[in-house]
């Protein structure tokens, strides 16, 4: 029978792709000391307002990536509200099968790669929110290269991490606690895999749980669904 091996457990704390954004965040998308980016929102140059009764800055997500293309600097993952999920080293049918279960969900964007040095890589040009990792790589090709990419993923939402593991693997849950967020074992069942990229391509907003000054336009953002590309 495919099962997970551990059900996903509920997150203490989502955090996610924000719709304002702190000093902090500001300074850590555009890798630049915090007091920089207080400089930028104080000449005007960043805009957002203060939250009122203090000194605090906050910066809508559409300011930022107003500000980060006017400046020339990479968007990163936060250009857009597209939910990006690469798959690595999975057969043509099995991401065949996953398009086709996603089909009718809009906005994830899919990739696949078959090696993990090309995952490594495109990191850097896809970023993206969920990874599955075939464990058809090898074990320790499959390790290596969900440690690498959890040690370099950019801010915003954790990265999902899904492995694919032989029936004949073992210290899966310890895999589970050090690595991935979820790990199943082969043979799969492909609809647990596409409802497992439902739940996490939905994600609710975070706010700031603070009063709204009432010139201030709320950025709405939608929510994450996927889409086959």
């Not at 509920?10 to 400089?39: E, F, I, L, Q």
């Not at 300011?63 to 990479?74: D, E, H, Q, R, T």
Request: proline content about 5%; glycine content about 4%; aromatic content about 6%.
């Amino acid at each position: 029978m495919n099962s997970a091996v551990n059900s996903t457990e509920a997150n203490p704390k989502h955090y996610v792709r924000k719709a304002v954004y702190t000093m902090g965040d500001v300074a850590r998308v555009c890798k630049v000391a915090s007091r920089t980016a207080s400089k930028w929102f104080d000449a005007g140059r960043l805009k957002g307002y203060r939250i009122p009764g203090s000194l605090d800055r906050r910066v809508p997500h559409a300011n930022l990536v107003s500000f980060l293309k006017a400046n020339g600097m990479p968007l990163l993952w936060i250009g857009d509200d597209d939910y990006r999920v690469l798959f690595v080293g999975m057969s043509d049918a099995s991401i065949a099968m996953q398009h086709a279960l996603l089909a009718d969900v809009e906005n994830v964007k899919f990739d696949n790669v078959c090696s993990a040095m090309k995952a490594a890589v495109y990191q850097v040009t896809f970023n993206p929110d969920l990874v599955v990792i075939d464990f058809h790589l090898g074990r320790t090709s499959a390790i290596e290269l969900a440690t690498q990419l959890k040690a370099q993923h950019q801010l915003g939402s954790p990265l999902i991490l899904v492995g694919l593991c032989l029936e004949d693997e073992y210290q899966l849950d310890s895999l589970k606690a050090d690595l991935f967020t979820e790990i199943f074992q082969l043979p799969c069942n492909p609809s647990t895999l596409a409802e497992l990229i439902k739940t996490h391509a939905v994600r609710p907003v975070e706010d700031d749980k603070v009063p709204t000054p009432a010139n201030h336009r709320v950025l709405n953002r939608k929510k994450h669904t996927g889409a086959a590309k």
